[in-house]
């Protein structure tokens, strides 16, 4: 079959290295893609945006299947748009897809379903929320309600944080109209973890547990960004936390969802905070997470075209997912100066060093080639090293061992990706 990838960041080529696993594909396209993915699939200049490009694209070289896990589009309705045209797309209608677009409406349902999530309040007004900050306890979030690439939140210590934060958010706009409306919630304690899910509308499928690092420098210092790395499992996704999760969470999200009139099919990422008094839903994402994707897929066994098959027709309950009982660490290395202002074109080198090493990926972020043919930097998250290994701690050993055989000019990374790995020993 064809294949259609729509998106170009280094979750999209995990994507598409689970793609080519799979013998269902004979074919394999990527729009706009990247200078990674352009060595297993053969990528179009159309951008992610232009719905009635990405279609016409797809009836003409008769695609039978495009995928899309990416926030924007999504939430602007592309999967609509595919199938107003009768093109079968895996992924989530715009309607559902505000579970993520939508602070506001995602925490609202939570709170009319009774999913565990922390208290919080909704404004529209920077007065009122400026006023309402005043008898607040600290510290304390704030959340941008609209589409911020992951970076719309801020966790403020002080009164005078929090003030900034919301002149930020709402006068300044740094996140443009995503600010217009902003979620103020209850500052949580505990671990961090993310588990995603398949989707059909009624039924789901876990993936692998795993755990990212936001903010920027070693320690969690810094600012916070996109991802800068990842480790799965988690080792406090334990059983326990995974029944709760089974009945105060997951099904009671789907079932939230349907009786709203917007059945939820696609990924369905929830962002978990392991709290003294049970988990609770930290946020959630309507598609794979980025770099969560990078660890989950390498270990799963299952042929990821049945899975998106079975999620498109509702017979996800017939799947039967499975992953490899192994482990896998991701360190991103980015652009020096990310997540503010970083250099571009940067040439890197050594990328052929993953060249048949079984076990080792080096997930493309943000590159393209030059006029030379080298591939170059073109973005803050540049690469994902991601190694497998027996255990946590051997696959952490080997994806830095990795991190090694690759170098641009400015090049940085975390040092402690997985350190609370240690911990759980």
Not at 118 to 138: P, T
Not at 149 to 167: D, N, P
Not at 377 to 397: I, M
């Amino acid at each position: 079959m064809k294949v259609l990838l729509v998106g170009g960041g280094g979750r999209e080529h995990a994507i598409a290295e689970a793609l080519r696993r799979s013998p269902q594909v004979d074919q394999l396209y990527c729009a706009p893609g990247n200078a990674g993915i352009a060595k297993i699939a053969r990528c179009v200049p159309i951008g992610t945006m232009d719905f009635d490009a990405l279609t016409a694209f797809a009836e003409g070289e008769n695609i039978d299947l495009t995928v899309c896990s990416m926030d924007d589009p999504l939430c602007a309705g592309i999967v609509d748009a595919f199938e107003a045209k009768g093109l079968r797309i895996f992924g989530t209608p715009a309607n559902a897809a505000i579970i993520e677009g939508s602070k506001a409406f995602s925490k609202d349902l939570m709170k009319k379903y009774g999913i565990p999530t922390a208290a919080y309040e909704v404004f529209d007004d920077a007065d009122k929320a400026l006023a309402y900050l005043e008898s607040a306890k600290m510290p304390i979030v704030l959340k941008a309600s609209g589409l911020a690439l992951g970076k719309g939140v801020l966790i403020c210590q002080t009164l005078e944080e929090a003030k900034a934060g919301v002149a930020e958010l709402m006068t300044d706009r740094k996140f443009g109209d995503a600010g217009s409306k902003i979620v103020i919630e209850e500052f949580m304690t505990g671990r961090e973890v993310s588990v995603l899910a398949f989707a059909d509308g009624s039924h789901y499928k876990l993936m692998s547990s795993s755990q990212d690092h936001k903010r920027a420098g070693d320690g969690d210092t810094g600012l916070n960004t996109g991802g800068m790395g990842t480790f799965s499992p988690s080792p406090f996704y334990t059983d326990e936390v995974d029944a709760y999760c089974r009945e105060h969470i997951y099904q009671k999200t789907l079932d939230a969802m349907a009786a709203e009139g917007r059945p939820f099919r696609g990924v369905l990422y929830f962002g978990l905070m392991l709290t003294a008094d049970g988990p609770r839903v930290l946020e959630y994402n309507t598609r794979f997470g980025d770099p969560e994707t990078q660890v989950v897929l390498p270990r799963m066994k299952s042929d990821i075209i049945d899975v998106f098959q079975a999620c498109i027709d509702g017979s996800l309950d017939k799947i039967d997912l499975q992953f490899e009982d192994n482990a896998a660490v991701c360190v991103v290395i980015a652009s020096g100066g990310y997540p503010g202002s970083y250099e571009k074109g940067k040439v890197i080198t050594g990328l052929d060093n993953f060249d048949g090493k079984e076990g080792y990926y080096c997930f493309h972020a943000g590159t393209k080639f030059n006029e030379a043919g080298e591939t170059v930097t073109s973005g803050g998250r540049v690469l994902g090293v991601t190694a497998l290994g027996k255990t946590l701690l051997e696959a952490r050993a080997n994806a830095y061992k990795a991190v090694e055989w690759v170098h641009f000019d400015g090049e940085y990374m975390r040092h402690d990706i997985g350190k609370a790995i240690d911990a759980a020993q």
